[in-house]
C-alpha cells in the first residue's frame, strides 16, 4: 500500500466518520429541539388549564358571593316588611285600647289573673287605665303606671310570682305565629 493510497484513505475514513458526527449531532439537536417543544406545549397546556380551573373557581366565588349577598338582601327586606308589619299590629292594638271592647277585656284578663293568684292579685297596667284596674282590684290595685301598649300586669301579694298579660308580651309571646300569618 502506498502512502498516498494510505493518506486518501485515512482522509476518507476521517470524512466519514465526521459525517456520521454531524448525522448525530443533527439526530441529537432535532431530538433535543424536539423535546424541548414538547415541554413547552406540554407546560402551556398545564397553564391554560390551570387558568381555565382557577378562573371557573373564581366565577364560582364570584357567583356564590352574589347569591349570598341577594339572600341577605331580600330577608332584610323580608324582614323590614315584617318589621313594619308587626309595628302596625301594635298600632292596631294601640287603636284597640280606644275602642269599647277594651275594658271588657281587661275584666276578663284580671278575673284569668285572679283564677291563677287568687283574690289577693296585685294588678298594674298603663295610666290610661288605672281607673278601671282600680275598680277591678280594688286595694290590689299598683299605681305604678307600666309602659306596656295595653292589658295588665298581676303579681302575687308577695311580689314572688308576675303574670303579664300586656299586649306586649302576648304579642311577644307569639311573634312566630303572627310572623306566619303576615307571611
Do not use: N
Not at 34 to 61: F, L, S, V
Not at 100 to 113: C, F, G, H, N, T
Not at 132 to 156: M, N, Y
Not at 176 to 183: I, N, P, Q
Request: overall charge positive; charged content about 40%; cysteine-free.
Amino acid at each position: 500500500m502506498t502512502l498516498d493510497r494510505l493518506l486518501a484513505e485515512i482522509q476518507t475514513r476521517a470524512e466519514r466518520e465526521q459525517a456520521e458526527v454531524r448525522q448525530q449531532l443533527e439526530t441529537e439537536k432535532a431530538r433535543l429541539l424536539r423535546e424541548r417543544d414538547e415541554r413547552a406545549a406540554a407546560i402551556r397546556t398545564e397553564g391554560r388549564t390551570q387558568a381555565e380551573a382557577e378562573a371557573r373557581r373564581e366565577r364560582a366565588q364570584r357567583v356564590a358571593g352574589a347569591r349570598m349577598r341577594a339572600r341577605k338582601l331580600v330577608y332584610e327586606a323580608e324582614e323590614r316588611a315584617m318589621s313594619a308589619s308587626l309595628d302596625s299590629v301594635r298600632a292596631l292594638l294601640r287603636d284597640f285600647t280606644q275602642g269599647d271592647e277594651y275594658p271588657e277585656v281587661l275584666r276578663r284578663m284580671s278575673a284569668v289573673a285572679s283564677d291563677e293568684f287568687g283574690k289577693d292579685v296585685r294588678l298594674s297596667g298603663r295610666a290610661e287605665d288605672a281607673a278601671l284596674l282600680k275598680s277591678l282590684a280594688g286595694r290590689g290595685f299598683d299605681p305604678t303606671p307600666q309602659p306596656i301598649l295595653g292589658g295588665l300586669i298581676a303579681e302575687t301579694p308577695d311580689g314572688k310570682r308576675r303574670l303579664s298579660l300586656s299586649f306586649d308580651e302576648l304579642l311577644r309571646l307569639r311573634e312566630d305565629r303572627v310572623r306566619a300569618l303576615l307571611a
